[in-house]
């Protein structure tokens, strides 16, 4: 073992590294031909290949080919070192080098071979060359090393099995025996090991692994990993249970709180309070252990304990407020990442009278923790000003002290983010609210992020008591800063104008000297509004400034193409393109659900969002004829057409186009012994309606999904667009081996399957767009568009919140002006709506709620279309 050891110059040496140049290092693979082999010249060059490969130097084919081959005359050498390095090597290179099939008796002569140092290294080596067919050829290998009393040979044989079943299921499946008996191996990594190996195996199957977790949770197993990997398994059955929880598997999981081993102790009082159906008095035990581990002097245990605290503050709140002493005692931890943890805690917990004393703690050591941790304290400071809207003035302050601090985009970012939340939920904190943003961008060095501080102020401003004290921010920011800030400032001054009669003249001036900027984008974007805002027309400055063009900017992009390309004899119709989806109430719930994780991955959230109609409009393009319908204007959520038990499981989603409908029809086969062939979905469709085509789904194996298609025409008469049809599923089933999904023979029978009823909403033709200034849009429509009123009782309504929610979810429409929300105490409200329906046809409604025995509403609709304004109010009734 001393050739292990390293030498005293080869350590002082390490630092040569950081110079490597790629050429310099694969020149140096020459040495690997020598004859006798240098073991530690080879070593050392071995560890430069490696070290430039993990840096993210990038090796061509032909340079990695040429490197491996040279690397495999080193076989020869009997250095244990070096050896264990060429295994390394050949991982590495396996992925970039061609014909690594060459190594494959080498690695197996050493597989079983007698030297147990070579034995586990060259198992996870040959099984990064192989693939399914060559894993077979080793089988009988594999599952020997499996069972092989060396530990290490044994969890390397287990490893690599589970990296195999990527590319060969069916093969390692078969190891089942062997990986059974290795879960009863007294080594802890390699019985947590083989219990990876046996759940991976059965997964698919969910009554096999119920009894994979019977058994071992009436067994005692020696390894903590092993316990703490089945405690995960077994809370993952207990949330798929629909019922009450398994009784027999809580009290297992309960029972690992006792456990000898803190792990294990932690494990189970983490999966106790991340069920979903747990009694005050189950949860209690939980919080008690991660109670205790708060006070206990290893900071892991300290760290995983809050953390736990942290994420379950919200759903179990009265809970984690009992531990609240023990989170202050952490406050002024030494590891600044328990202490965010535990303020973070308290800030959701915490009481109202109590904001201002962890504001003062929370600002000690603010600047001392990293950007990513002040997220997380930013954005428990977002929920807690949501929770106390009160303390809007103190979170506010403290926000702008940190918003003047050092920091990178994303932390700047998610304070910005949390000020503007606070302005949008808060109509007292908004004139404070801008007044700090307006402080801010005079300083940011972040062009992003200005950019959206000027839309909110030109947004926003103009709706304050003194719009006039924000002209001079935004002004100067065309004086001073780049292009884009410049562009962007033009834009907000031109919302003062529009918006505020007052101001116009003076907008009018500041737009004029902006026509002289030296920036063509900057130039265009003022004579655009300064012309708009000379002829004093209200209904021009609602479309053309105060609501931006609400299309999709990817269709957009794809119809102008599309535009060029063709004869272009008519004209661009920008009613063609597709809106740009507005987010509902359960995408807002998910994404205030994530409020307040740590971000991991910054660059996922840059990317822009897709709609859901642009991710359908591909799919849905591969229809026969399908072009001739036009743009997707909308796809509705998944529609349940059978219960999620059931043998057949069968979705629907509605595309609406202007004039043709097309039902997507997702179906789900569960039964492993059935082939089903030529499935399609058969409909009574209600009278107007007329089958276009059906595309029905040619083949459906077992636990694969496929879809059918069909395409129907809008009637005539709008009236009959809201319909409900019939549905049954029909198929031709094969009979299959459950074991290779291959039909017994080609011999079919027809069967058909009762589907419930679907139903084509108003919703489902109606976009939601949002209206920025909705009074005058309506004052607007009052001259060009059709009107009519009706007064509707809603009986079964016992409240104004519950009628917006149902008023909002049955039209399918957009509140404006934060109208959905109803202050404490009223008795009467007004909602105000807006959307398009199929065809481009605006449509505005206000409904006037009064709250008695119960809810009375009086419901004005406008729109340019008289049908669509009737099919409106008599959906309603």
Same mark, same amino acid.
């Given at each position: 073992?001393?050739?292990?050891?390293?030498?005293?110059? !080869?350590?002082?040496?390490?630092?040569?590294?950081?110079?490597?140049?790629?050429?310099?290092?694969?020149?140096?693979?020459?040495? =690997?031909?020598?004859?006798?082999? &240098?073991?530690?010249?080879?070593?050392?060059?071995?560890?430069?290949?490696?070290?430039?490969?993990?840096?993210?130097?990038?090796?061509?084919?032909?340079?990695?080919?040429?490197?491996?081959?040279?690397?495999?005359?080193? =076989?020869?050498?009997?250095?244990?070192?070096?050896?264990?390095?060429?295994?390394?090597?050949?991982?590495?290179?396996?992925?970039?080098?061609?014909?690594?099939?060459?190594?494959?008796?080498?690695?197996?002569?050493?597989?079983?071979?007698?030297?147990?140092?070579?034995?586990?290294? %060259?198992?996870?080596? $040959?099984?990064?060359?192989?693939?399914?067919?060559?894993?077979?050829?080793?089988?009988?290998?594999?599952?020997?090393?499996? #069972?092989?009393?060396?530990s290490a040979v044994s969890s390397a044989a287990l490893v690599s099995s589970l990296h195999m079943m990527k590319k060969a299921n069916d093969v390692v499946k078969r190891y089942v025996n062997e990986a059974q008996e290795a879960v009863n191996s007294d080594n802890v990594m390699v019985q947590y090991h083989a219990l990876g190996v046996l759940y991976h195996i059965r997964k698919t199957d969910r009554l096999a692994v119920n009894k994979l977790v019977a058994k071992l949770t009436k067994s005692s197993l020696k390894s903590p990993y092993a316990v703490?990997?089945?405690?995960?398994?077994?809370?993952?059955?207990?949330?798929?249970?629909?019922?009450?929880?398994?009784?027999?598997?809580?009290?297992?999981?309960?029972?690992?709180?006792?456990?000898?081993?803190?792990?294990?102790?932690?494990?189970?009082?983490?999966?106790?309070?991340?069920?979903?159906?747990?009694?005050?008095?189950?949860?209690?035990?939980?919080?008690?252990?991660?109670?205790?581990?708060?006070?206990?002097?290893?900071?892991?245990?300290?760290?995983?304990?809050?953390?736990?605290?942290?994420?379950?503050?919200?759903?179990?709140?009265? %809970?984690?407020?009992?531990?609240?002493?023990?989170?202050? &005692?952490?406050?002024?931890?030494?590891?600044?990442?328990?202490?965010?943890?535990?303020?973070?805690?308290?800030?959701?917990?915490?009481?109202?009278?109590?904001?201002?004393?962890?504001?003062?703690?929370?600002?000690?050591?603010?600047?001392?923790?990293?950007?990513? =941790?002040?997220?997380?304290? #930013?954005?428990?400071?977002?929920?807690?000003?949501?929770?106390?809207?009160?303390?809007?003035?103190?979170?506010?302050?403290?926000?702008?002290?940190?918003?003047?601090?050092?920091?990178?985009?994303?932390?700047?970012?998610?304070? @910005?983010?949390?000020?503007?939340?606070?302005?949008?939920?808060?109509?007292?904190?908004?004139?404070?609210? $801008?007044?700090?943003?307006?402080?801010?961008?005079?300083?940011?060095?972040?062009?992003?992020? @200005?950019?959206?501080?000027?839309?909110?102020?030109?947004?926003?401003?103009?709706?304050?008591?003194?719009?006039?004290?924000?002209?001079?921010?935004?002004?100067?920011?065309?004086?001073?800063? &780049?292009?884009?800030?410049?562009?962007?400032?033009?834009?907000?001054?031109?919302?003062?104008?529009?918006?505020?009669?007052?101001?116009?003249?003076?907008?009018?001036?500041?737009?004029?000297?902006?026509?002289?900027?030296?920036?063509?984008? #900057?130039?265009?974007?003022?004579?655009?509004?300064?012309?708009? $805002?000379?002829?004093?027309?209200?209904?021009?400055?609602?479309?053309?400034?105060?609501?931006?063009?609400?299309?999709?900017?990817?269709?957009?992009?794809?119809?102008?193409?599309?535009?060029?390309?063709?004869?272009?004899?008519?004209?661009?119709?920008?009613?063609?393109?597709?809106?740009?989806?507005?987010?509902?109430?359960?995408?807002?719930?998910?994404?205030? @659900?994530?409020?307040?994780?740590?971000?991991?991955?910054?660059?996922?959230?840059?990317?822009?969002?897709?709609?859901?109609? !642009? &991710?359908?409009?591909?799919?849905?393009?591969?229809?026969?004829?399908?072009?001739?319908?036009?743009?997707?204007?909308?796809?509705?959520?998944?529609?349940?057409?059978?219960?999620?038990?059931?043998?057949?499981?069968?979705?629907?989603?509605?595309?609406?186009?202007?004039?043709?409908?097309?039902?997507?029809?997702?179906?789900?086969?569960?039964?492993?012994?059935?082939?089903?062939?030529?499935?399609?979905?058969?409909?009574?469709?209600?009278?107007?309606?007329?089958?276009?085509?059906?595309?029905?789904?040619?083949?459906?194996?077992?636990?694969?999904?496929?879809?059918?298609?069909?395409?129907?025409?809008?009637?005539?008469?709008?009236? %009959?667009?809201?319909?409900?049809?019939? @549905?049954?599923?029909?198929?031709?089933?094969?009979?299959?081996?459950?074991?290779?999904?291959?039909?017994?023979?080609?011999?079919?029978?027809?069967?058909?399957?009762?589907?419930?009823?679907?139903?084509?909403?108003?919703?489902?033709?109606?976009?939601?767009?949002?209206?920025?200034?909705?009074?005058?849009?309506?004052?607007?429509?009052?001259?060009?568009?059709?009107?009519?009123?009706?007064?509707?009782?809603?009986?079964?309504?016992?409240?104004?919140?519950? %009628?917006i929610k149902n008023i909002i979810q049955f039209l399918g429409l957009q509140p404006s002006e934060q109208t959905d929300r109803v202050q404490e105490g009223k008795t009467t409200h007004t909602l105000l709506l807006a959307g398009v329906f199929r065809g481009g046809f605006d449509i505005l409604v206000r409904a006037k709620l009064a709250l008695a025995e119960g809810v009375t509403m009086q419901l004005t609709v406008r729109s340019p279309n008289s049908d669509v304004v009737e099919l409106v109010t008599s959906a309603v009734g």
């Open positions: 073992m001393g050739s292990f050891k390293k030498e005293k110059k !080869e350590e002082e040496d390490g630092a040569m590294f950081a110079m490597l140049e790629k050429t310099a290092v694969l020149q140096e693979c020459r040495t =690997f031909n020598e004859t006798p082999v &240098n073991p530690k010249k080879c070593t050392r060059i071995m560890t430069m290949i490696l070290y430039i490969l993990n840096q993210g130097e990038q090796l061509s084919t032909t340079e990695a080919t040429e490197c491996f081959f040279a690397m495999t005359k080193l =076989f020869q050498s009997q250095d244990v070192v070096l050896r264990r390095m060429v295994y390394l090597g050949i991982k590495e290179l396996s992925a970039l080098a061609d014909d690594v099939i060459i190594v494959t008796s080498s690695l197996t002569k050493d597989m079983t071979g007698k030297e147990d140092l070579y034995r586990a290294a %060259a198992i996870r080596a $040959l099984c990064s060359i192989t693939d399914a067919t060559m894993l077979q050829a080793i089988e009988r290998y594999m599952k020997q090393a499996i #069972v092989d009393r060396n703490c990997m089945l405690i995960r398994m077994t809370a993952k059955l207990l949330e798929e249970e629909e019922g009450n929880n398994n009784y027999p598997f809580f009290e297992f999981i309960e029972s690992c709180i006792r456990h000898k081993s803190e792990m294990v102790i932690y494990e189970a009082a983490h999966a106790i309070v991340n069920l979903k159906r747990t009694t005050p008095r189950e949860l209690s035990a939980a919080i008690t252990v991660l109670q205790l581990f708060c006070g206990s002097p290893k900071a892991t245990l300290r760290f995983a304990a809050v953390r736990t605290l942290n994420q379950v503050a919200i759903s179990h709140l009265s %809970a984690v407020t009992a531990c609240n002493m023990d989170l202050e &005692n952490l406050i002024t931890d030494s590891n600044r990442s328990i202490a965010t943890l535990a303020i973070t805690t308290l800030l959701k917990t915490g009481a109202e009278s109590s904001v201002e004393r962890l504001m003062k703690q929370i600002s000690t050591f603010v600047s001392e923790i990293s950007d990513e =941790f002040k997220v997380v304290v #930013v954005q428990a400071i977002r929920a807690l000003s949501l929770k106390f809207p009160r303390k809007h003035s103190v979170l506010m302050s403290f926000l702008s002290a940190m918003l003047r601090d050092e920091g990178g985009l994303e932390y700047k970012a998610s304070i @910005a983010d949390t000020i503007i939340t606070i302005i949008e939920d808060n109509p007292e904190a908004k004139e404070t609210g $801008l007044a700090h943003l307006c402080e801010f961008i005079e300083d940011c060095e972040h062009t992003s992020l @200005a950019v959206r501080i000027l839309h909110l102020l030109g947004k926003e401003g103009p709706r304050t008591k003194q719009p006039s004290r924000y002209i001079r921010f935004i002004y100067n920011r065309v004086i001073l800063e &780049n292009p884009t800030f410049r562009a962007a400032a033009v834009s907000a001054m031109a919302q003062f104008g529009a918006t505020c009669p007052d101001l116009l003249d003076n907008i009018l001036v500041l737009l004029a000297r902006c026509q002289m900027d030296t920036d063509d984008e #900057v130039r265009d974007r003022a004579t655009y509004y300064s012309n708009i $805002l000379s002829y004093s027309d209200p209904g021009l400055y609602e479309n053309y400034i105060i609501q931006s063009p609400q299309v999709s900017i990817a269709s957009l992009e794809r119809s102008l193409r599309e535009y060029i390309q063709g004869d272009g004899l008519t004209a661009f119709d920008l009613k063609s393109v597709p809106l740009q989806a507005v987010p509902t109430p359960s995408d807002i719930a998910n994404q205030k @659900a994530q409020e307040g994780m740590l971000v991991t991955n910054t660059a996922a959230q840059k990317k822009p969002q897709v709609s859901r109609e !642009e &991710n359908f409009a591909a799919k849905l393009s591969a229809i026969p004829g399908i072009q001739q319908a036009g743009s997707l204007f909308r796809s509705s959520d998944v529609v349940e057409l059978t219960e999620s038990e059931t043998e057949y499981v069968v979705r629907c989603i509605k595309h609406c186009y202007a004039n043709f409908l097309v039902l997507q029809f997702d179906c789900l086969n569960t039964l492993a012994d059935q082939l089903l062939e030529n499935v399609r979905v058969q409909l009574d469709p209600s009278e107007g309606y007329k089958i276009i085509s059906e595309i029905p789904c040619l083949k459906l194996c077992y636990n694969e999904t496929g879809s059918t298609f069909i395409v129907l025409q809008f009637p005539e008469d709008l009236s %009959a667009s809201v319909a409900t049809f019939g @549905a049954v599923l029909k198929f031709d089933v094969k009979d299959c081996d459950p074991s290779t999904g291959l039909p017994d023979s080609e011999d079919s029978y027809h069967d058909e399957y009762m589907l419930e009823d679907l139903e084509i909403t108003l919703g489902d033709q109606i976009q939601r767009v949002n209206k920025a200034n909705w009074g005058l849009a309506w004052e607007d429509a009052a001259s060009n568009m059709v009107e009519m009123d009706d007064t509707y009782s809603l009986s079964t309504m016992g409240s104004l919140e519950e %009628a």
